[in-house]
């Protein structure tokens, strides 16, 4: 970690603690005391450099997460609103997108499916079938 790492660790450790990574090898900061920092770090996404280098998808804190949520749910809420609420003959609109989170693939909109519905004669006899 600390070769891959060294840059972000040495940036964190210098805002949230005020320690210099230097003073590991000159003897003022132990091993130990670097390991309790280092899991601090891990306990604050959205605003550790270290954390967020090791994991994208930390790069969010859970609050960012939480509001993301709620704008994907009004968008949709919102369209359809829309949907009920337009004529039959009136131009489609498109469907909203989530919002992409860091660390999760983009998601890519499915071509629509062609729907085939069954004809009258066809329900009818399935309804025969049924109470046959």
Known sequence: MLQEFSDE?????????????????????SFRKLGSYIKSLMR???????????DEAAGW???MY??????????????????????ADAEPIEAPQPI???GQP????????TESFASGQEV???FNRMSS
């Open 9 to 29: 660790l040495e940036a964190d450790l210098m805002e949230f603690f005020q320690e210099d990574l230097n003073d590991l090898f000159r003897g003022r900061l």
């Open 44 to 54: 604050k996404p959205g605003r550790s450099v270290l954390l967020m280098a090791m």
């Open 61 to 63: 804190s859970p609050e």
């Open 66 to 87: 939480i509001a993301a949520r709620m704008s994907d749910a009004l968008e949709v809420s919102n369209y359809l609103f829309i949907q009920a609420n337009s004529s």
């Open 100 to 102: 992409t989170r860091p």
């Open 106 to 113: 983009e998601v890519v909109p499915e071509k629509p499916k």
């Open 124 to 126: 009818a006899a399935f």
